[in-house]
């Protein structure tokens, strides 16, 4: 059942509106910098891309384009997030944080200045541009730099509350955004708390906790339903913050579930699922399966060909579950 | 505003002092560079305790210039200099690369207020110095940005990213002071990779170009007055400049680049008494 407290979309299941994540940045950015003339908005040659574009028309004064060059994208950022200004990095997650990771470790990080940094068409979804351009590693490098928050939203909705909050944290964050359109599931009034997982559904009594991120999330949402059909109850979670992780959500789960399931777009290794075996791991350890991208690179085709070749759909969570199950102490 | 001979005598007097505490530190620390911040002791004595509008006692100054330093390695040559001119106790310095201490082997900027940013990593300073200015002209301040580079880090890619970004916005709020110094860890930067012509380069970047010998106090300060007076381009100050200046036996010595005294060649003076001769080779320096 869908939680009621999530607040989602009451056509979530039946035709919801599409929106990429990206969108929700376009909008969220220009409310952030309504609010905030400190905001600026910086682009690598990607302007409409990332929607950066909205942002330029509201603000021209507060919009700066670098060119092709994301190592300097990151450092003219630093800069003037130093003198005080709050500055957006927008480019492909492929490039951003793929080129210029080290001068957001080093000049943002140890540095430590509030640059946002926004990493466009992530995973295999961005489909026919082929494996360069599907960034499936952000999250673990980012994730592994000390004073960043990640966060990656699960529809466009969240992903504009997502950008306002992150104007206010007054640290680095990463966020990590979809190309292509996808279903959203919440509304206005869902809750959205940097570090706060929702829960999305939860069955009567349920036996596996599945947690995912990004637009991924609605699959699961998907899968929750199908296994509903053959008695197989689970809550699903939305994490839309990586890190800080909601630690005590995911333990309180895991005790209460006895069996957990990851889902992201991403590579198995690193990202949410392996931020949560690593909590686990130490606090409660139960049987895990991971759906993601298995250690490999993509390739050109459409998004649904690709999520379904490389093992990341609603059947292959379904799967998850099962086998999880399997594995659970009974 | 030209100097007076006694304004230049103090000047060239305090870069002597900073000398001194660089050999002593890295004495002390056992490891560093020594060579790039013996090279730029006069530049930073003149910016120090003539050229930047700044208050040792308010490091935070919201009105202050910046001074951001690309090359972090040469940080001793900071350290010492903000030392002498009273943002924190001499005797600090002997801390520099211990455990504890705010004055890391590369420059963090949350650990020691006055240091502007976290550098080491080269090639970043200039696009950081960039933005800075560029958020600094949007708010319409008057203060100056000056970033202080390598000539070795004009081999990163970002360096050229951030040349051609200043030269884009016409940030005449910004002067590079680049250490011409020719040397870099593996050996000469004209056989490592050759970088001239530099000043054409940068001209051709739309930057206004100035080259000076970087160990002439009046040359420096003139430059930075010209600087001001271009309204219509970033400044390049090019710092001819000599490598372990001040002490004869290590000058132009690239060997001298990542060594402190007590660890560096020994085919000249034993490492146990290196301290010792470069301290009285740079009291014999005095003029």
Not at chain 1, 144 to 171: H, M, Q, W
Request: glycine content about 8%; overall charge negative; aromatic content about 6%.
């Amino acid at each position: 059942m869908i939680k009621m407290q999530a607040k989602l979309a009451e056509n979530v299941f039946d035709k919801p509106g599409m929106a990429s994540t990206r969108e929700g940045f376009g909008k969220g950015v220009v409310e952030a910098g309504k609010a905030d003339e400190r905001v600026v908005v910086l682009t690598a040659d990607l302007a409409e891309s990332t929607q950066a574009h909205h942002f330029q028309s509201a603000f021209p004064e507060r919009f700066v384009q670098v060119g092709v060059a994301e190592q300097n994208l990151a450092t003219v950022a630093a800069g003037m997030a130093n003198y005080g200004k709050i500055p957006f990095i927008t480019s492909y997650a492929a490039f951003n944080p793929g080129r210029n990771w080290e001068q957001i470790r080093t000049t943002i990080a140890l540095n430590d200045v509030p640059v946002i940094v926004c990493g466009m068409h992530a995973g295999v979804s961005v489909g026919p541009d082929g494996a360069t351009h599907q960034a499936l590693e952000d999250i673990a490098m980012m994730r592994a730099i000390p004073k960043f928050t990640v966060i990656s939203a699960c529809d466009s909705e969240e992903g504009r509350k997502a950008t306002i909050a992150a104007a206010k944290l007054g640290s680095p964050v990463y966020m990590r955004w979809g190309r292509e359109k996808s279903p959203i599931m919440t509304t206005v009034n869902t809750p959205f708390e940097i570090g706060k997982a929702i829960e999305f559904w939860r069955g009567k009594k349920p036996q596996v906790a599945i947690f995912g991120t990004g637009p991924f999330v609605h699959n699961v949402l998907l899968a929750a339903r199908e296994l509903e059909k053959e008695n197989i109850s689970v809550v699903v979670v939305n994490v839309h913050t990586i890190k800080p992780l909601d630690e005590k959500k995911i333990v309180e789960l895991a005790r209460e579930c006895g069996a957990v399931v990851t889902v992201e777009e991403h590579q198995v290794h690193g990202g949410l699922g392996g931020a949560i075996a690593e909590t686990l791991a130490r606090e409660f350890p139960v049987p895990m399966e991971f759906v993601g991208m298995q250690d490999k690179f993509g390739q050109s085709g459409t998004a649904a060909e690709l999520i379904e070749h490389y093992g990341m759909g609603v059947k292959n969570i379904v799967e998850a579950v099962k086998k999880s199950l399997g594995r659970r102490s009974k | 505003m030209s100097l007076t001979d006694q304004e230049i005598k103090m000047i060239e007097a305090k870069a002597l002092e900073i000398r001194k505490t660089i050999i002593e530190m890295l004495t002390e620390a056992k490891s560093g560079h020594t060579a790039g911040p013996l090279g730029m002791a006069d530049i930073f004595a003149a910016l120090y305790f003539h050229v930047l509008k700044h208050d040792p006692k308010n490091p935070d100054w919201a009105e202050r210039d910046r001074l951001i330093l690309s090359n972090g390695h040469i940080t001793p040559v900071r350290y010492s200099a903000m030392a002498h001119a009273g943002y924190f106790p001499v005797e600090e310095c002997m801390t520099l690369r211990k455990f504890g201490s705010r004055l890391q082997g590369h420059p963090e900027r949350d650990m020691l207020p006055g240091v502007e940013t976290t550098s080491g990593p080269l090639g970043s300073g200039v696009s950081q110095a960039a933005g800075y200015a560029l958020a600094a002209r949007m708010d319409k301040k008057n203060f100056r940005v000056f970033c202080l580079t390598s000539d070795g880090e004009q081999e990163e890619g970002n360096t050229w990213e951030g040349v051609m970004f200043a030269g884009k916005y016409r940030l005449t709020n910004l002067v590079q002071v680049m250490d011409r110094n020719n040397i870099q860890i593996d050996g000469n930067t004209e056989d490592i990779m050759p970088l001239e012509p530099l000043a054409d380069k940068y001209r051709a970047f739309n930057w206004h170009v100035i080259e000076i010998d970087g160990h002439n106090i009046a040359q420096f300060v003139a430059a930075c007055d010209e600087a001001k007076s271009i309204k219509e381009k970033p400044t390049l100050i090019l710092a001819h400049t000599t490598p372990g200046k001040g002490i004869p036996t290590i000058e132009n010595d690239y060997r001298w680049h990542g060594n402190p005294p007590g660890k560096g060649p020994t085919d000249k003076i034993p490492a146990d008494k290196q301290k010792e001769v470069f301290l009285q080779e740079l009291e014999a320096s005095r003029v």
